[in-house]
C-alpha cells in the first residue's frame, strides 16, 4: 500500500471504498468518497457500480445502493422480514451500555456536540448518536457558534421515558462528582464551547 | 496520532465534527523504569546476563546507582527501589564471605531472601513477556474499526419503545463517571513541593545513635522521622554507611523487621570522618533526566567500593 | 420466501445473517442469530465462518469476526489508514507500559487485588488501576474474603479491544515460567503483602 493514503492503488480503490460505507453512518456521495480514497470520481463510480452488482450476482443479504447521490449499504428487501422479526422481537427495547452513557452526557451536557460528547467519553460516539437520534431519545439542537458543529439535546420522549416531566427533575449531578472544580479545569482543557451546565437550560427538551 | 480538538472544524462534511479522544489521549510513556524489577531485569539484560545470582552481584551497584539518580521518584516509587536494593546490598556482602555451608539462620534467611528475589523476578519476566503480547494484539485491533451504524430508516418505526432500564439515580451516576476528570497516568508531582533532606545530615545522625546503642531495628531508627522523605533519606544514608563498611544489616525474614548494627569504631570521631555522598535530590529540578541508563556508566565505575 | 421468518431456508442462511449483522449496532453472539433466523446453532456457526473465510478470499474491504462474544462487522486491518484518515476520530489512546503491565497481571490472575498486582509488578499500582477502570478495561469484582480488599477482573470491552471471544484465548502464561507451583507457593507467601504498597512501606525494609 502506497505510504500517501490519498492514493489508493487501483486494485485497492473496492475494497478502500467498502471499508469507508462499512463505517459511514449515512450516505456518502461519489465526490466525498473520491477525495477520501484519492481516486478520480469517475473511476469512483465504476467501482461503486460494480461492487452494488457483484453483491447482487453473490446473493448478499446487504445491497449497495445510491440513493439520492449518497451511496450505503441497505439490507436486501428479500430479507426485510428476519429483519423485521428481529427488530421488533424487542431484543431492541434495551439501551447498550454505550447508548446510556452517551445519553447520560447529553443529557446533562445539553446542547452538545458529538465531539464533546466524544472527547467525554473517550471514544468515537457517531454510531451512537445516530441510535439515539433514531429512537428519538435525542434530537438536533442548532450549531455552535463558534465551531460550526450541530449540537444535540435531549427530547420530550426522553423525559417521558426516563419518567420525569422536565430535565430539572433529574438528579443533581454535584453528590456524584469527587471535585467539581477539578472538572472546570478538565473542560476547558477539552475546548470548545463554555460548559453550558444548567440542566434547565434548554426549556423546551 | 491523529488529534483533532473540539475546536476545529475540520472534515465538516459528511461526518461532520467526528473528533478525537478525551484528554486521557496524551499519556506519556515515561522512560523510567516500572519499578526495581524493570530496572534489574534491564540491567541484567543489558549485559546480556541471564537470571543468576552472579549477575545479581554484577548489577548491583548499577542498581544502587539508579536508586540514587531516582531520588526524584516519588517517594512510593522510591521505597519499592529501597527494598530490592537491601536483598541486593545483603547477597553482595553475603558473597564475600568466605563460601562455605550453611552455618546459621543468618544464611538461611539470606538465601530465602535470594530466592524470593529470584521467583519475582521471573515472575515479573513473564508478566512483561504477555504485557507486549496484549500490546501488540491492542495496536493490531486498533487498525479494525466496527461497524456502529444505526437502524435504516425504515425499521425504525418498528422499535418497541426504549427502555431505559435504569433509574434516575443510576442515569445520574452514569454521567457523573463519565464527566469525571480522568486521571492521568501517575506522573506524581508530589516529590517537587518536598521539602530537601539532607542526606549527609541524615547519615550523621543515624550514624550517632548506632554508635552509641550497637544494632537498632530500621523502624526504631525512623521512629522520629517526620515525614516519608526523611525515612527514605535516613535509608539512603545506611546505604552509604554500609559502602563505609560501618554498619551491617540483618533481617530474619524477607520483608521482616531490619536490623542495623554498627560495625565502626567505637569512638565518636569515627562518625565525623564519614565520607558522605550528598545527593543530588536535594533541590534538583522535577522529572528526572530520563536518560538514566547510559549516563550513569561512568558514575558506576566510580561506585565499586560496595 | 417462506411467510414464517423463523424458518429460513438453508439457502438464505447466509444472507439473513448478512442483513442482521449490516442492522446490528452491537456484536450478535451465534444464540441470538439463530433464534433471529429460525435455524440450529451449530449451522449459524457455520455460516458464519463461510462468510467470514469468503470476505477474506474476495479480498473484501470488511471482514466478519467474532470478538468478545459476538459477530460484527470490521473494516480490514489493511485499510485502517483510509479509514482513519476520513473519519478523523484518532487511534485508541496508546496504553502505557505500566498500564499494559498492570493490566497483563489482572488478565492472568483475575479476581486480583490490587495489593496482589503491586507485589508482583515491585511497585504501586492504585493509579494505574483506577485509569484503566476509567477505560473500561478493567472492573471491580466483588471483595476478598479474608482481607476485604477490591477484587479486579478485566471486561468484555478488554476482549474486544484485544479482538478475542474469551480469556481462553489469551497465551498461555506457563511457557513464560520457569515453574509455576513454585510462584504459588510465593504469591500465597506475598499476597496481600502491603510490602511495596503503603508509603509507609520503607520501615519494612
Given at each position: 500500500?502506497?505510504?500517501?493514503?490519498?492514493?489508493?492503488?487501483?486494485?485497492?480503490?473496492?475494497?478502500?471504498?467498502?471499508?469507508?460505507?462499512?463505517?459511514?453512518?449515512?450516505?456518502?456521495?461519489?465526490?466525498?468518497?473520491?477525495?477520501?480514497?484519492?481516486?478520480?470520481?469517475?473511476?469512483?463510480?465504476?467501482?461503486?457500480?460494480?461492487?452494488?452488482?457483484?453483491?447482487?450476482?453473490?446473493?448478499?443479504?446487504?445491497?449497495?445502493?445510491?440513493?439520492?447521490?449518497?451511496?450505503?449499504?441497505?439490507?436486501?428487501?428479500?430479507?426485510?422480514?428476519?429483519?423485521?422479526?428481529?427488530?421488533?422481537?424487542?431484543?431492541?427495547?434495551?439501551?447498550?451500555?454505550?447508548?446510556?452513557?452517551?445519553?447520560?452526557?447529553?443529557?446533562?451536557?445539553?446542547?452538545?456536540?458529538?465531539?464533546?460528547?466524544?472527547?467525554?467519553?473517550?471514544?468515537?460516539?457517531?454510531?451512537?448518536?445516530?441510535?439515539?437520534?433514531?429512537?428519538?431519545?435525542?434530537?438536533?439542537?442548532?450549531?455552535?457558534?463558534?465551531?460550526?458543529?450541530?449540537?444535540?439535546?435531549?427530547?420530550?420522549?426522553?423525559?417521558?421515558?426516563?419518567?420525569?416531566?422536565?430535565?430539572?427533575?433529574?438528579?443533581?449531578?454535584?453528590?456524584?462528582?469527587?471535585?467539581?472544580?477539578?472538572?472546570?479545569?478538565?473542560?476547558d482543557e477539552l475546548g470548545g464551547?463554555?460548559?453550558?451546565?444548567?440542566?434547565?437550560?434548554?426549556?423546551?427538551? | 496520532?491523529?488529534?483533532?480538538?473540539?475546536?476545529?472544524?475540520?472534515?465538516?462534511?459528511?461526518?461532520?465534527?467526528?473528533?478525537?479522544?478525551?484528554?486521557?489521549?496524551f499519556e506519556v510513556r515515561l522512560?523510567?523504569?516500572?519499578?526495581?524489577?524493570?530496572?534489574?531485569?534491564?540491567?541484567?539484560?543489558?549485559?546480556?546476563?541471564?537470571?543468576?545470582?552472579?549477575?545479581?552481584?554484577?548489577?548491583?551497584?548499577?542498581?544502587?546507582?539508579?536508586?540514587?539518580?531516582?531520588?526524584?521518584?516519588?517517594?512510593?516509587?522510591?521505597?519499592?527501589?529501597?527494598?530490592?536494593?537491601?536483598?541486593?546490598?545483603?547477597?553482595?556482602?553475603?558473597?564475600?564471605?568466605?563460601?562455605?555451608?550453611?552455618?546459621?539462620?543468618?544464611?538461611?534467611?539470606?538465601?530465602?531472601?535470594?530466592?524470593?528475589?529470584?521467583?519475582?523476578?521471573?515472575?515479573?519476566?513473564?508478566?512483561?513477556?504477555?504485557?507486549?503480547?496484549?500490546?501488540?494484539?491492542?495496536?493490531?485491533?486498533?487498525?479494525?474499526?466496527?461497524?456502529?451504524?444505526?437502524?435504516?430508516?425504515?425499521?425504525?418505526?418498528?422499535?418497541?419503545?426504549?427502555?431505559?432500564?435504569?433509574?434516575?439515580?443510576?442515569?445520574?451516576?452514569?454521567?457523573?463517571?463519565?464527566?469525571?476528570?480522568?486521571?492521568?497516568?501517575?506522573?506524581?508531582?508530589?516529590?517537587?513541593?518536598?521539602?530537601?533532606?539532607?542526606?549527609?545530615?541524615?547519615?550523621?545522625?543515624?550514624?550517632?545513635?548506632?554508635?552509641?546503642?550497637?544494632?537498632?531495628?530500621?523502624?526504631?531508627?525512623?521512629?522520629?522521622?517526620?515525614?516519608?522523605?526523611?525515612?527514605?533519606?535516613?535509608?539512603?544514608?545506611?546505604?552509604?554507611?554500609?559502602?563505609?563498611?560501618?554498619?551491617?544489616?540483618?533481617?530474619?525474614?524477607?520483608?521482616?523487621?531490619?536490623?542495623?548494627?554498627?560495625?565502626?569504631?567505637?569512638?565518636?570521631?569515627?562518625?565525623?570522618?564519614?565520607?558522605?555522598?550528598?545527593?543530588?535530590?536535594?533541590?534538583?529540578?522535577?522529572?528526572?533526566?530520563?536518560?538514566?541508563?547510559?549516563?550513569?556508566?561512568?558514575?558506576?565505575?566510580?561506585?565499586?567500593?560496595?
Amino acid at each position: 500500500m502506497s505510504e500517501d493514503v490519498l492514493e489508493v492503488a487501483v486494485a485497492e480503490l473496492r475494497p478502500s471504498l467498502e471499508a469507508l460505507l462499512m463505517i459511514a453512518d449515512q450516505p456518502l456521495d461519489e465526490t466525498t468518497l473520491a477525495s477520501a480514497v484519492g481516486a478520480p470520481v469517475p473511476d469512483v463510480t465504476t467501482a461503486l457500480t460494480e461492487l452494488a452488482r457483484e453483491y447482487a450476482e453473490q446473493g448478499r443479504g446487504f445491497e449497495l445502493r445510491n440513493v439520492a447521490g449518497g451511496w450505503r449499504y441497505y439490507t436486501r428487501e428479500e430479507f426485510a422480514p428476519v429483519v423485521e422479526a428481529f427488530v421488533l422481537d424487542g431484543q431492541q427495547a434495551r439501551l447498550t451500555q454505550a447508548a446510556l452513557e452517551t445519553l447520560a452526557v447529553v443529557a446533562y451536557k445539553q446542547p452538545v456536540s458529538r465531539a464533546r460528547v466524544s472527547a467525554i467519553r473517550g471514544v468515537n460516539v457517531d454510531g451512537v448518536m445516530r441510535t439515539l437520534l433514531t429512537r428519538g431519545l435525542v434530537e438536533e439542537a442548532g450549531e455552535d457558534h463558534s465551531t460550526g458543529a450541530h449540537l444535540y439535546r435531549t427530547t420530550t420522549y426522553f423525559l417521558e421515558r426516563i419518567g420525569v416531566t422536565s430535565l430539572d427533575e433529574l438528579p443533581e449531578l454535584a453528590p456524584y462528582l469527587p471535585d467539581l472544580d477539578d472538572l472546570d479545569d478538565l473542560e476547558d482543557e477539552l475546548g470548545g464551547s463554555p460548559a453550558v451546565v444548567a440542566t434547565g437550560s434548554t426549556e423546551d427538551a | 496520532m491523529t488529534v483533532a480538538t473540539a475546536s476545529d472544524p475540520r472534515g465538516t462534511e459528511a461526518l461532520t465534527e467526528t473528533t478525537t479522544e478525551g484528554t486521557h489521549a496524551f499519556e506519556v510513556r515515561l522512560d523510567n523504569f516500572e519499578g526495581p524489577f524493570d530496572l534489574l531485569l534491564s540491567l541484567i539484560s543489558k549485559h546480556k546476563l541471564d537470571i543468576t545470582e552472579v549477575s545479581l552481584h554484577q548489577v548491583t551497584d548499577e542498581f544502587i546507582a539508579h536508586v540514587k539518580a531516582g531520588a526524584s521518584w516519588d517517594l512510593e516509587q522510591t521505597s519499592s527501589f529501597l527494598l530490592v536494593a537491601s536483598t541486593l546490598l545483603d547477597l553482595k556482602s553475603a558473597r564475600l564471605l568466605p563460601q562455605g555451608e550453611i552455618e546459621d539462620e543468618e544464611d538461611l534467611a539470606l538465601l530465602e531472601a535470594r530466592d524470593l528475589l529470584f521467583a519475582r523476578l521471573l515472575q515479573y519476566r513473564a508478566f512483561k513477556q504477555v504485557a507486549a503480547v496484549l500490546e501488540h494484539r491492542l495496536s493490531g485491533e486498533a487498525l479494525r474499526h466496527p461497524r456502529v451504524v444505526g437502524l435504516e430508516e425504515r425499521y425504525a418505526g418498528l422499535l418497541p419503545e426504549v427502555l431505559i432500564g435504569i433509574g434516575l439515580e443510576a442515569f445520574a451516576g452514569l454521567a457523573a463517571r463519565a464527566l469525571e476528570p480522568k486521571p492521568e497516568l501517575e506522573v506524581s508531582l508530589q516529590h517537587i513541593h518536598a521539602p530537601a533532606v539532607s542526606v549527609r545530615e541524615q547519615a550523621e545522625l543515624v550514624a550517632e545513635r548506632l554508635r552509641r546503642t550497637g544494632t537498632m531495628t530500621f523502624r526504631a531508627l525512623c521512629g522520629d522521622a517526620p515525614d516519608t522523605l526523611t525515612r527514605v533519606a535516613r535509608f539512603l544514608a545506611l546505604l552509604e554507611l554500609f559502602r563505609e563498611n560501618v554498619v551491617a544489616f540483618d533481617q530474619v525474614s524477607p520483608l521482616g523487621e531490619l536490623s542495623v548494627r554498627w560495625t565502626g569504631g567505637a569512638d565518636a570521631e569515627a562518625v565525623s570522618e564519614l565520607r558522605i555522598d550528598e545527593f543530588e535530590g536535594a533541590p534538583e529540578p522535577p522529572r528526572a533526566e530520563p536518560t538514566d541508563v547510559p549516563t550513569d556508566e561512568t558514575e558506576d565505575a566510580e561506585e565499586e567500593t560496595g
